[in-house]
């Protein structure tokens, strides 16, 4: 098992930044490829950003368009999502996601709780 926990999120300008974190806790980090996903009322969820399990692959969703940036710090297990040049289409509730694999999956095995970001026009 492991807990992830989001935070980071909230309101902002159009054409603002954020950095999303996330928290992992209960087993070895470093085990685990890690992403974020995004869900907005009335829409179906999103992949925004998935990372390996060493950091040395990434990967984003088409409507990233070099805006951001995944990382992660296997020291600290904390996963981050540095998010720039926001846009209204962006409001959605981020969650990050976990599997016990290279990298992840379509369907992780585990989710934090999310968090709101919202971006005003």
């Known amino acids: 098992q492991v807990q992830l926990v989001e935070s980071g999120g909230g309101l902002v300008q159009a054409g603002g930044s954020l950095r999303l974190s996330c928290a992992a806790s209960g087993h070895t980090f470093g085990i685990f490829a890690m992403g974020w996903f995004r869900q907005a009322p009335g829409k179906e969820r999103e992949f925004v950003a998935g990372?390996?399990?060493?950091?040395?692959?990434?990967y984003y969703g088409d409507f990233v368009k070099g805006r951001f940036t995944i990382s992660r710090d296997n020291a600290k297990n904390i996963l981050y999502l540095q998010m720039g040049s926001l846009k209204p289409e962006d409001t959605a509730s981020y969650y990050c996601a976990a599997d016990p694999s290279v990298v992840l999956t379509a369907q992780p095995s585990y989710w934090g709780q999310g968090t709101q970001v919202t971006v005003s026009s």
């Open positions: 990372i390996s399990r060493s950091g040395g692959s990434v």
